[in-house]
Nanobody
Framework: QVQLAESGGGSVQAEGSLRLSCAASGNIDNYACMAWFRQAPGKEREAVATIYISGTTTYAGSVKGRFAISKDNAENTLYLQMNSLKPEDTAMYYC???????????????????WGQGTQVTVSS
């Protein structure tokens, strides 16, 4: 069972950048999908970006062109580079892993088996 630990969150002004990291305790290639989700107070958890084992990525429309998901298999680490941050990006960000090989990543949080504790991102205007 993999353990996931996020880091890199913080407070930043609008248009700033942050890079989130998610360190996995095991080989991330054992998992079909790795993803970043976020949850703001009073809102549902939503998928921000996913990356399939093949390297195929998907993004939420609200972050496309601003965020980039990547992974370092040698370091068993998932990343989320966030640029041009907006106040509406404020949320708790979670790293997640899905062990089911479907050929693609699903965007619903119920498909993901493993979760980190989250890292807070706060963007001020």
């Amino acid at each position: 069972q993999v353990q996931l630990a996020e880091s890199g969150g913080g407070s930043v002004q609008a248009e700033g950048s942050l890079r989130l990291s998610c360190a996995a305790s095991g080989n991330i290639d054992n998992y079909a999908c790795m993803a970043w989700f976020r949850q703001a107070p009073g809102k549902e958890r939503e998928a921000v970006a996913t990356i399939y084992i093949s390297g195929t990525t998907t993004y939420a429309g609200s972050v496309k062109g601003r965020f980039a998901i990547s992974k370092d298999n040698a370091e068993n680490t998932l990343y989320l580079q966030m640029n041009s941050l907006k106040p509406e990006d404020t949320a708790m960000y979670y790293c997640a892993a899905d062990r089911t090989f479907r050929g693609y990543c699903r965007g619903d949080y119920t498909s993901y088996n493993y979760w980190g504790q989250g890292t807070q991102v706060t963007v001020s205007s």
